[in-house]
C-alpha cells in the first residue's frame, strides 16, 4: 500500500524558514517524480514544484522566485520542501504526491497517489 506521509508544517512568522517531509512507502519510487502542492482557503490547489526521483532534477512554480528548494534523501525514501522567506500568502495546506509518469508535472491530476497534507501558517 503507497503512503505518502507530509510531517514539518506550524505558525512561523514572516521571513521564517521550514521545511517539510513527505515520507514516501509502499514501492519502489526510482522511476516516479514527487510534486508539492498547497491549496489556500478558498483557492484551488496550485503546483509548488517537484522532483524527478531518479535524476534529481527539479522544478518550480514561477511565484518560488528562489525561496524553496525540493530535495531527496534516497536512503531515507524522503523528499523535502525547503521554504525560506515565508510570508503571509505561502500560508496553505501543503501537500506531497507521486506521479508515475513523465508528463503534466504541473498538474495535479498527473499525479497517481497524494499525501494527507500539513499546515503551514505563516503570520505578518
Known amino acids: 500500500q503507497v503512503q505518502l506521509v507530509e510531517s514539518g508544517g506550524g505558525l512561523v512568522q514572516a521571513g521564517d524558514s521550514l521545511r517539510l517531509s513527505c515520507a514516501a512507502s509502499?514501492?519502489?519510487?526510482?522511476?516516479?517524480?514527487m510534486g508539492w502542492f498547497r491549496q489556500a482557503p478558498g483557492k484551488e490547489r496550485e503546483f509548488v514544484g517537484g522532483?524527478?526521483?531518479?535524476?534529481?532534477?527539479?522544478y518550480y512554480a514561477d511565484f518560488v522566485k528562489g525561496r524553496f528548494t525540493i530535495s531527496r534523501d534516497n536512503a531515507k525514501n524522503t523528499v523535502y520542501l525547503q521554504m525560506n522567506s515565508l510570508n503571509a500568502e505561502d500560508t496553505a495546506v501543503y501537500y506531497c504526491?507521486?506521479?508515475?509518469?513523465?508528463?503534466?508535472?504541473?498538474?495535479?491530476?498527473?499525479?497517481?497517489?497524494w499525501g494527507q497534507g500539513t499546515q503551514v501558517t505563516v503570520s505578518s
Open positions: 522532483i524527478k526521483w531518479s535524476a534529481g532534477s527539479t
Open positions: 509502499g514501492r519502489t519510487f526510482s522511476s516516479y517524480a
Open positions: 504526491a507521486a506521479a508515475s509518469g513523465a508528463v503534466g508535472l504541473r498538474t495535479s491530476a498527473s499525479y497517481n497517489y
